[in-house]
């Protein structure tokens, strides 16, 4: 069964699908093109995780560092002392520099003052007292008075603190005067050794006016040069009071705040019960408690969360480490994973995104209201909806190959720069690392030498020459070893200690205190393995009380823990950093003895700072040589709150380049916070490193990544002269497929327009041998075939044509009987012209007549009948707008002028004339189809026709216009023109136009 349009049933629904494809088809092309940039969008933001991952480990273990080096009193104490005496340095320079001399007012004045602005009120509790000092030309303390300042005993206390500034210049004489000073003042496990090398800008523990307490001096330094000095005490319940832990934490969380992450501390798995997390001063968000007891509910710690790993739960990342051994809490740190850059749930939707799926919201909703409002899919011309698919098509690989490129572009460039960050970093701990190289070398070196017999019998033998030919074979060793010894010291049981350097007057200036500092170092160790300090010559003094000496022990050996003793004396042959006034030296300790007895303490003293100052220096150079100015090995040392070049020199170009100043910047911050700084500016890379070992050495590494930023940006370029060629590509292909089809179909439309506007003589113009060419050739030949028509109907009746047009033709037209008028024209004597003239002039002649003469009737609306040798019959039928008569009066008028106008012509010319007459009757006109056998003709019948015809024959006796009426004709004219006249011919034959009717311009044709 088939309907109507001759397609079956369900057929209806084929066509809209149909209908539909070109407006769904780049639809799905959109949501196609959405896809794939969600997926590029997705995998670069994995990417991006990955790398934050890795930055938020490495920030995480930076933060423990500094918080294990900054979370106990002293630490703080410490890190509050530096500031306050870079601040009054700094006073004091300022003030140089502005008045040209230094006034000590200054100081005088503001260190109270500034003193309660940078240390905390906890850490100075009543029962403190303040000590100001201003050193003399000849570097005598002088006590400051005034509002805050202690006064008493303040000249006792100026003695005492220029003892300690002179204390590695003290002889012996006067370091037992200072000791005895120190242990009057501070108690007697308070002796000079311990306040002059340990105590200097650190709290050390002593006893004032009966009651433990803690105590810090140090000097006020002015280009170098002290120029005064203080001394603080403060109450044994300052460092509970204090909560340094607490205060740590918020330091802490103050540091990390530039990555978003949060320091914490929570209680040990199997630690005291009733603990609970304790988290920084105001923060803690309740999303981060409510994820951290999940956390901690979820299962073994070790399991969830393992050591010194980046663990990301329920939208945090999580680090944990034990803080220190024996501590009751863990370290912890928390980053929002949402947070920074490159986050798994980062930003939203990158703008290109947001802007594709708008388009492809609208277009979608454009499509969807015109199927409900209209039920059919919107029209698209093919000269728009062509290119628009072919660009579509076009484009979305494009697009999919320059968003894909760009991303694997960018990551390229993210993984060089991160394998650069990377080696930056590796290359510093290597040369960290090389460190310890250097102390292993110290270490064997010193072993070597306790360890061979002729030179341990000679440290044994007593003898001072023998003893003098040891030392001398030590610091020969030393020196071979590239490791110069600051000191070697032989302490005997019994017997004078001896002390020996590469500097004999650095060796004297220091001796007693080294001595005084290592016979206590060897009486702890003796008192650690259970045996009596020997007294006698050279020993230890017997006054000092043991807690003195385990504070100086402590101190120096940077210990930590119940078991002090036992941790010293494992340090006995194995070498170790000690830190004295603040310069960490290599240290190696060993008792000799015959026969299992000990006899001798020998201790090895080797330059940290310097030996290591002088390694990398050569280093850096030798780096910076061989890559180049612009990839900068460099080293600084911070020595009393400022940092100094080490490598390259100071007045070296590098640090007077932005770069160098920004590697500076970070090396500096990277001294501060103690932790590794990675940063990039530009296509600069920069990372500092702080020496384990020795934390006053900062490593710095300027990581040039210009190459990387230059392969990026050639790849990238590379990539738009690929997009802009296959851009250039598709539109060429789209411009020929355009021209291949759409072109050819636009001539075709062209074509169609002007033939229905009647011009004939349009052609297609192309001869193609595919679909569209059978089209064209289709198309012309429908043209000419109209042209025929056209022709042909030049030899048809114009009534006729007029019928045809009015109604369908099925071979007959059916008579039809109307009311108008028949004009018939006729030559005079043209059988005669004929016969006479040319047959050429004559036929030429009879054209531009008929010509001439058809253009008038048409112009007034009349239809050409039949034209009978040289006579013309039309008719003109009656329309709403005026009667048939009317128009065949004007009609007639018009010939008339037309002959007349080219008869002067053809006189003017020389040309022979003609004359001619037309008959005009008004009536009811039948028209019908006659036949006979094989032959169809349409013919115009009735009285209104012969009586023209007799009219026309009759207007040879006209004298005026040749133009004649018939009676009733001529009746119904002067009802239509008033003005008319009219002559009689014969006995009412009939009537002449005495003048003919004005034209009026009418073009009716």
């Given at each position: 069964m088939k309907t109507e349009l001759g397609e079956s049933p369900g057929g209806g629904g084929f066509r809209r699908a149909r209908a539909l494809f070109p407006f769904v088809l780049p639809v799905a092309l959109l949501v196609l093109l959405l896809v794939i940039i969600a997926w590029?969008?997705?995998?670069?933001?994995?990417?991006?995780?990955?790398?934050?991952?890795?930055?938020?480990?490495?920030d995480a273990r930076s933060r423990l560092e500094t918080f294990r080096r900054s979370c106990s009193y002293a630490a703080q104490m410490q890190i509050l002392n530096r500031a306050l005496r870079l601040r009054l340095s700094r006073g004091l320079l300022r003030r140089l520099d502005r008045t040209g001399r230094a006034d000590f007012d200054l100081v005088r004045t503001r260190f109270l003052p500034l003193?309660?602005?940078?240390?905390?009120?906890?850490?100075?509790?009543?029962?403190?007292?303040?000590?100001?000092?201003?050193?003399?030309?000849?570097?005598?303390p002088r006590p400051e008075t005034g509002p805050g300042l202690a006064a008493r005993k303040n000249r006792f206390m100026a003695t005492l603190v220029g003892q300690l500034i002179r204390y590695d210049r003290s002889t012996?004489?006067?370091?037992?005067?200072?000791?005895?000073?120190?242990?009057?003042?501070?108690?007697?496990?308070?002796?000079?050794?311990?306040?002059?090398?340990?105590?200097?800008?650190?709290?050390?523990?002593?006893?004032?006016?009966?009651?433990?307490?803690?105590?810090?001096?140090?000097?006020?330094d002015l280009r170098g040069r002290p120029v005064g000095a203080y001394l603080m005490t403060f109450p044994l319940a300052t460092v509970i009071q204090?909560?340094?832990?607490?205060?740590?934490?918020?330091?802490?969380?103050?540091?990390a705040r530039p990555r978003g992450g949060l320091p914490f501390l929570v209680p040990m798995e199997d630690g005291r019960v009733g603990l609970t997390p304790a988290f920084p001063t105001g923060r803690g968000s309740p999303d981060l408690r409510r994820t951290l007891r999940g956390v901690l509910r979820a299962g073994p710690r070790e399991t969830v969360v393992p050591l010194s790993t980046l663990v990301r739960h329920d939208g945090w990342y999580f680090f944990r480490d034990i803080l220190r051994v024996g501590s009751t809490f863990e370290f912890w740190m928390a980053y929002p994973a949402a947070g920074g850059v490159g986050g798994r749930h980062g930003p939203g939707r990158s703008?290109?995104?947001?802007?594709?799926?708008?388009?492809?919201?609208?277009?979608?909703?454009?499509?969807?209201?015109?199927?409900?409002?209209?039920?059919?899919?919107?029209?698209?011309?093919?000269?728009?909806?062509?290119?628009?698919?072919?660009?579509?098509?076009?484009?979305?690989?494009?697009?999919?190959?320059?968003?894909v490129g760009s991303m694997q572009i960018e990551i390229s460039r993210l993984r060089e720069i991160q394998t650069l960050r990377e080696e930056a970093i590796s290359k510093l701990e290597e040369i960290d690392a090389g460190h310890a190289s250097m102390f292993l070398n110290f270490t064997g070196v010193a072993r070597r030498l306790v360890t061979n017999p002729a030179w341990r019998q000679a440290c044994l033998s007593g003898r001072p020459a023998e003893i003098d030919r040891a030392a001398a074979a030590c610091l020969a060793a030393f020196r071979a070893a590239g490791l110069p010894l600051r000191h070697f010291l032989v302490i005997p049981l019994e017997g004078r200690p001896r002390i020996f350097s590469d500097d004999t007057i650095a060796a004297r200036m220091a001796g007693s205190s080294k001595i005084s500092f290592f016979q206590s170092v060897r009486d702890s160790c003796l008192e650690a393995v259970g045996l009596a300090t020997a007294v006698g010559t050279g020993a230890g003094d017997p006054t000092v009380a043991g807690i003195g000496r385990w504070m100086a022990t402590l101190g120096a050996f940077m210990n930590m823990g119940d078991q002090r003793k036992d941790v010293l004396f494992g340090t006995m042959h194995q070498g170790t950093v000690t830190s004295s006034v603040g310069s960490p030296e290599l240290h190696f300790s060993d008792f000799l003895g015959v026969g299992g007895g000990v006899k001798t303490f020998v201790a090895f003293l080797a330059g940290s700072t310097s030996g290591m100052e002088s390694r990398l220096r050569y280093m850096a150079t030798r780096f910076n040589a061989s890559v180049g100015p612009y990839h900068c090995l460099a080293v600084i040392r911070r020595q009393r709150g400022e940092h100094w070049a080490v490598a390259p020199r100071?007045?070296?170009?590098?640090?007077?380049?932005?770069?160098?100043?920004?590697?500076?910047?970070?090396?500096?911050?990277?001294?501060?916070?103690?932790?590794?700084?990675v940063g990039q500016r530009g296509s600069h890379l920069f990372v500092a490193h702080p020496c384990r070992s020795v934390p006053e050495i900062i490593l710095g590494l300027h990581v040039p990544t210009s190459d990387v930023e230059d392969r990026a940006a050639e790849g990238r370029f590379r990539l738009r002269c690929l997009t802009v060629l296959i851009v250039l590509f598709v539109v060429l292909v789209g411009t020929s497929l355009s021209r291949f089809f759409v072109t050819p179909l636009r001539q075709v439309e062209t074509c169609l327009t002007r033939v229905a506007a009647g011009d004939l003589g349009s052609r297609v113009g192309f001869t193609r041998r595919d679909e569209l060419g059978k089209l064209a050739a289709s198309f012309d030949e429908m043209i000419d075939g109209l042209r025929k028509r056209q022709d042909l109907g030049r030899f048809v009746s114009g009534t006729l044509e007029a019928r045809l047009v009015e109604s369908e033709w099925d071979g007959l037209v059916e008579p039809l009987l109307r009311n108008g008028a028949i004009l018939v024209s006729d030559l005079r004597g043209f059988t005669t012209i004929s016969e006479q003239k040319p047959p050429e002039a004559v036929v030429g002649m009879l054209n531009q007549h008929l010509e001439e003469m058809v253009d008038g009737i048409r112009r007034q609306g009349g239809l050409i009948e039949k034209f009978i040798g040289d006579a013309i019959i039309a008719a003109f039928y009656d329309t709403p707008a005026r009667p048939g008569l009317a128009a065949g009066l004007l009609a007639a008028s018009d010939m008339r002028r037309r002959h007349l106008e080219r008869q002067r012509q053809r006189q003017a010319a020389g040309e022979f004339t003609y004359e001619m007459g037309i008959g005009l009757a008004?009536?009811?006109?039948?028209?019908?189809?006659?036949?006979?056998?094989?032959?169809?003709?349409?013919?115009?019948?009735?009285?209104?026709?012969?009586?023209?015809?007799?009219?026309?024959?009759?207007?040879?006796?006209?004298?005026h216009t040749r133009v004649v009426l018939a009676r009733e004709t001529a009746a119904a004219a002067r009802q239509l023109f008033p003005d008319l006249r009219l002559a009689k011919i014969g006995f009412d034959e009939g009537f002449e136009l005495e003048v003919l009717l004005p034209g009026d311009g009418k073009d009716e044709a």
């Amino acid at each position: 069964m088939k309907t109507e349009l001759g397609e079956s049933p369900g057929g209806g629904g084929f066509r809209r699908a149909r209908a539909l494809f070109p407006f769904v088809l780049p639809v799905a092309l959109l949501v196609l093109l959405l896809v794939i940039i969600a997926w590029s969008e997705r995998t670069q933001a994995d990417w991006n995780a990955r790398q934050r991952e890795s930055l938020l480990q490495d920030d995480a273990r930076s933060r423990l560092e500094t918080f294990r080096r900054s979370c106990s009193y002293a630490a703080q104490m410490q890190i509050l002392n530096r500031a306050l005496r870079l601040r009054l340095s700094r006073g004091l320079l300022r003030r140089l520099d502005r008045t040209g001399r230094a006034d000590f007012d200054l100081v005088r004045t503001r260190f109270l003052p500034l003193f309660r602005r940078i240390v905390p009120a906890a850490f100075r509790p009543p029962g403190s007292s303040f000590y100001l000092f201003s050193l003399g030309p000849g570097g005598k303390p002088r006590p400051e008075t005034g509002p805050g300042l202690a006064a008493r005993k303040n000249r006792f206390m100026a003695t005492l603190v220029g003892q300690l500034i002179r204390y590695d210049r003290s002889t012996t004489e006067e370091l037992a005067a200072a000791d005895k000073n120190c242990q009057s003042a501070f108690g007697g496990g308070c002796p000079v050794v311990l306040v002059a090398e340990i105590g200097k800008g650190r709290p050390v523990l002593g006893r004032t006016d009966g009651a433990d307490s803690f105590l810090l001096w140090d000097t006020i330094d002015l280009r170098g040069r002290p120029v005064g000095a203080y001394l603080m005490t403060f109450p044994l319940a300052t460092v509970i009071q204090s909560r340094p832990l607490r205060r740590a934490l918020d330091s802490a969380a103050v540091a990390a705040r530039p990555r978003g992450g949060l320091p914490f501390l929570v209680p040990m798995e199997d630690g005291r019960v009733g603990l609970t997390p304790a988290f920084p001063t105001g923060r803690g968000s309740p999303d981060l408690r409510r994820t951290l007891r999940g956390v901690l509910r979820a299962g073994p710690r070790e399991t969830v969360v393992p050591l010194s790993t980046l663990v990301r739960h329920d939208g945090w990342y999580f680090f944990r480490d034990i803080l220190r051994v024996g501590s009751t809490f863990e370290f912890w740190m928390a980053y929002p994973a949402a947070g920074g850059v490159g986050g798994r749930h980062g930003p939203g939707r990158s703008l290109a995104f947001q802007l594709l799926a708008g388009v492809t919201g609208i277009l979608t909703s454009l499509l969807l209201a015109h199927l409900w409002i209209f039920g059919a899919p919107p029209f698209l011309t093919l000269r728009l909806w062509f290119p628009g698919y072919i660009g579509l098509v076009g484009g979305l690989p494009l697009t999919v190959l320059y968003l894909v490129g760009s991303m694997q572009i960018e990551i390229s460039r993210l993984r060089e720069i991160q394998t650069l960050r990377e080696e930056a970093i590796s290359k510093l701990e290597e040369i960290d690392a090389g460190h310890a190289s250097m102390f292993l070398n110290f270490t064997g070196v010193a072993r070597r030498l306790v360890t061979n017999p002729a030179w341990r019998q000679a440290c044994l033998s007593g003898r001072p020459a023998e003893i003098d030919r040891a030392a001398a074979a030590c610091l020969a060793a030393f020196r071979a070893a590239g490791l110069p010894l600051r000191h070697f010291l032989v302490i005997p049981l019994e017997g004078r200690p001896r002390i020996f350097s590469d500097d004999t007057i650095a060796a004297r200036m220091a001796g007693s205190s080294k001595i005084s500092f290592f016979q206590s170092v060897r009486d702890s160790c003796l008192e650690a393995v259970g045996l009596a300090t020997a007294v006698g010559t050279g020993a230890g003094d017997p006054t000092v009380a043991g807690i003195g000496r385990w504070m100086a022990t402590l101190g120096a050996f940077m210990n930590m823990g119940d078991q002090r003793k036992d941790v010293l004396f494992g340090t006995m042959h194995q070498g170790t950093v000690t830190s004295s006034v603040g310069s960490p030296e290599l240290h190696f300790s060993d008792f000799l003895g015959v026969g299992g007895g000990v006899k001798t303490f020998v201790a090895f003293l080797a330059g940290s700072t310097s030996g290591m100052e002088s390694r990398l220096r050569y280093m850096a150079t030798r780096f910076n040589a061989s890559v180049g100015p612009y990839h900068c090995l460099a080293v600084i040392r911070r020595q009393r709150g400022e940092h100094w070049a080490v490598a390259p020199r100071l007045q070296d170009k590098f640090w007077r380049t932005d770069f160098g100043r920004m590697l500076q910047r970070y090396m500096g911050l990277a001294s501060r916070q103690g932790s590794r700084q990675v940063g990039q500016r530009g296509s600069h890379l920069f990372v500092a490193h702080p020496c384990r070992s020795v934390p006053e050495i900062i490593l710095g590494l300027h990581v040039p990544t210009s190459d990387v930023e230059d392969r990026a940006a050639e790849g990238r370029f590379r990539l738009r002269c690929l997009t802009v060629l296959i851009v250039l590509f598709v539109v060429l292909v789209g411009t020929s497929l355009s021209r291949f089809f759409v072109t050819p179909l636009r001539q075709v439309e062209t074509c169609l327009t002007r033939v229905a506007a009647g011009d004939l003589g349009s052609r297609v113009g192309f001869t193609r041998r595919d679909e569209l060419g059978k089209l064209a050739a289709s198309f012309d030949e429908m043209i000419d075939g109209l042209r025929k028509r056209q022709d042909l109907g030049r030899f048809v009746s114009g009534t006729l044509e007029a019928r045809l047009v009015e109604s369908e033709w099925d071979g007959l037209v059916e008579p039809l009987l109307r009311n108008g008028a028949i004009l018939v024209s006729d030559l005079r004597g043209f059988t005669t012209i004929s016969e006479q003239k040319p047959p050429e002039a004559v036929v030429g002649m009879l054209n531009q007549h008929l010509e001439e003469m058809v253009d008038g009737i048409r112009r007034q609306g009349g239809l050409i009948e039949k034209f009978i040798g040289d006579a013309i019959i039309a008719a003109f039928y009656d329309t709403p707008a005026r009667p048939g008569l009317a128009a065949g009066l004007l009609a007639a008028s018009d010939m008339r002028r037309r002959h007349l106008e080219r008869q002067r012509q053809r006189q003017a010319a020389g040309e022979f004339t003609y004359e001619m007459g037309i008959g005009l009757a008004a009536g009811a006109i039948l028209s019908g189809t006659v036949f006979s056998a094989g032959r169809l003709e349409h013919v115009v019948l009735g009285r209104v026709r012969a009586e023209a015809e007799s009219l026309e024959t009759l207007s040879k006796k006209g004298a005026h216009t040749r133009v004649v009426l018939a009676r009733e004709t001529a009746a119904a004219a002067r009802q239509l023109f008033p003005d008319l006249r009219l002559a009689k011919i014969g006995f009412d034959e009939g009537f002449e136009l005495e003048v003919l009717l004005p034209g009026d311009g009418k073009d009716e044709a």
